[in-house]
């Protein structure tokens, strides 16, 4: 259930990563292609209106007498720039200062004697936008008309863009990962529902169904894929179930004339040895029955009892060899509620098992611990191995293959004593060489 839980989770963060992510990426593409064209059209704009001023000052500037030159060490090559096809390009002159008359009164227009050429700053104080037409003078003086227009207003702009991107994007950013960690998770509900339904449903309870989303979607189409299955599941299980009980209650009677017919024949070895098997399979069809009524749940007619005394009279009516000796630890007054039938099976099926693996002693004990009645059956046998700890509650499962058939039970006693822990609310373990039995303590807070 958890492992289910932490893979909703990994989908739902996995979705949110890549929607951010993809959203990031285009957010970023669009703020590059956001500022890299607004610079450039305000800084277009800019060059534009350095040129309007230079054309407007051509007629200025052919009237002027005088024309100033630049300082020698400013490099003015580059673009060429005439009135039809002005080329506007980022040009860094030094302030022209004027030897003579100035013969344009506008402050951002200069004439110089250089070339038209290709930098930017028309003033050290700041940034601007030039352009450059070549005049001719009245006195006949040849040069070069430099106009310029201020890029503060563009960087200006940018920095404010700038300004609001930064932290925009980011909080942009947030919001969707927000949102679609809600809006997946709000579409992932339904898998959760049926996820919690479906680690519900046992073997005892086929008959339950996930619910189906009353949306018309692939969730909806797997919860009603779903309960198809357990429709199929469930007949199934029936069906066995009905199969197991019917054998098992068809084989009891022959198997009972068989074994009449055998002790009341002329005793022999082989007759013994006939008689042996017969009640082998008398067993196995009891316990056939047995899982056939615990799997069909039927419920239990339950009684207070006192488990020491359940424990103490099965555990002495178990079959011993004459070599094993039994030891009680009871503690009076270990009041459960339950079947006696089922609790004797119970104790039966671990005494047996005690009996058949000890060397010399098998000891039932019964306590009272934490609000919980205690069974522990231990033997002095070999004991059962860490890693098969939890596959002898398998059915039909019998570690000791070396064993002969004959000597040892079916693999079913376990199983069914776990079945029966279970169907009274407890549970069977193995552990610290005992099995060990918990069930609700009666009158116990929390019991039940």
Known sequence: MNAWHDGLSSV???ATIAATLVVAAALGVAALVLVVSLGGSLRASAYQEAARRAVAAVPLAEAAEVISTTPDSVDLTGQLAVAETITVAPMRVGLVQL???EPVSDPDVRVTSAQPAAAVEWAPTGDYAVAGLPVTTAAGKHGMLVARAS????????????????PGVPALLLVVAAMTWLSVGRALAPVAAIRAKVADITARDLHQRVPVPRSKDEIAALATTVNSTLDRLETAVE?????????????????????ARLELAAPS???????????RLQSLAADLLMLAKLDAGEPLRTAELDLGQVAAEQSLRADRRPEVRLELDVEPDVVVDGSRAHLDRLVTNLADNAVRHAATTVEVRVRAEDGQAVLEVR???PGIPAEHRESVFDRFTRLDEARARDAGGAGLGLPIARDIATLHGGTLTYAGGAFVARFPLKGAVGAG
């Not at 890029?151 to 930064?166: F, Q, S, V």
């Not at 197991?244 to 198997?255: F, K």
């Not at 013994?272 to 009640?279: G, R, S, T």
Request: net charge negative; glycine share 4%; no cysteine.
């Open 12 to 14: 739902r963060l996995r």
């Open 99 to 101: 030897k003579e008359a």
């Open 151 to 166: 890029l503060a207003t563009a960087e200006d702009a940018l920095r404010t863009l700038n300004g609001a991107l930064l």
């Open 239 to 259: 069906t066995h179930k009905r199969f197991v009980a019917d054998a098992a209650h068809e084989l009891r009677s022959p198997i009972a004339t068989l074994r």
């Open 269 to 279: 070895e082989l007759t013994a040895e006939a008689l042996a098997d017969v009640e």
């Open 379 to 381: 033997d002095d046998g």
